[in-house]
């Protein structure tokens, strides 16, 4: 189980990093529209299409790794007030019962949304550039199932806590409590 956690924990943080370097081109890109629509005046419509492929892969490829780093949005006023137990209780709660259906279901329509792109090589119709629109929407589909996969090492973390046991590849228990807080020192 230690491995599998560690595995997949790995490439969500690896995915992570990747998504973080591609706001390095998505920033160049919209100065150099910026620049060339306010000072060339000749606006690019390619810039857009570069801006939203590698704003739609950034945010798949690093939304696992924000659910790894416990940084999604949460009802806070109360989840603080509770022992580690119950906050993975509630975790638990909202994973099994909640995210995981809906990401499950939203990577099903993601993979037709791909299959289609890919079998009518469909383009993106926005400038002459004209991409094929399929290697985007790979990103869609593998930033759902990664999400999927850390939500399910959640699920075994937040198990383990449950049961009073060190989730399984948890390295620096001086800085965080069972539940995978950040201590406040």
Same mark, same amino acid.
């Given at each position: 189980? +230690? /491995? ?7 490439? #969500? $943080?690896?995915?992570? @990093?990747? =998504?973080?370097?591609?706001? =390095?081109? %998505? ?8 620049? /060339?629509?306010?000072? %060339?005046?000749?606006? #690019?419509?390619?810039?857009? &299409?570069? =801006? @939203?492929? %590698? ?9 696992? @790794?924000? !659910? ?5 949005? $949460? ?11 119950? $906050? ?11 995210? !995981? ?14 299959? @289609?792109?890919?079998?009518?090589? &469909?383009?993106?119709?926005?400038? +002459? ?7 985007? $929407? ?9 999400? +999927? %996969? ?15 046991? #060190? ?7 001086? /800085?965080?409590?069972? /539940? ?6």
């Amino acid at each position: 189980m +230690a /491995s599998f956690v560690n595995f997949i924990e790995r490439i #969500t $943080r690896f995915f992570g @990093y990747v =998504a973080a370097w591609m706001i =390095a081109p %998505l920033a160049a890109s919209m100065v150099w529209e910026v620049f /060339s629509r306010y000072v %060339l005046s000749a606006p #690019t419509f390619w810039a857009y &299409e570069i =801006a @939203y492929m %590698l704003m739609g892969a950034s945010l798949m490829l690093g939304i696992a @790794y924000t !659910l790894q780093l416990r940084r999604h949005i $949460r009802v806070d006023f109360i989840y603080d007030l509770v022992p580690p137990k119950k $906050r993975a209780m509630i975790d638990l709660g909202g994973y099994i019962f909640f995210l !995981l259906p809906v990401v499950l279901w939203i990577l099903w329509g993601l993979w037709d949304y791909l299959a @289609y792109a890919y079998e009518t090589k &469909e383009v993106s119709g926005e400038s +002459a550039w004209n991409p094929v629109v399929w290697p985007f $929407r790979v990103t869609l589909v593998f930033g759902f199932l990664l999400f +999927a %996969l850390q939500i399910i090492v959640e699920i075994i973390k937040g198990g383990h806590v449950i049961m009073g046991l #060190t989730p399984p590849g948890w390295s620096e228990p001086e /800085s965080h409590d069972p /539940s995978g807080h950040a201590v406040e020192p």
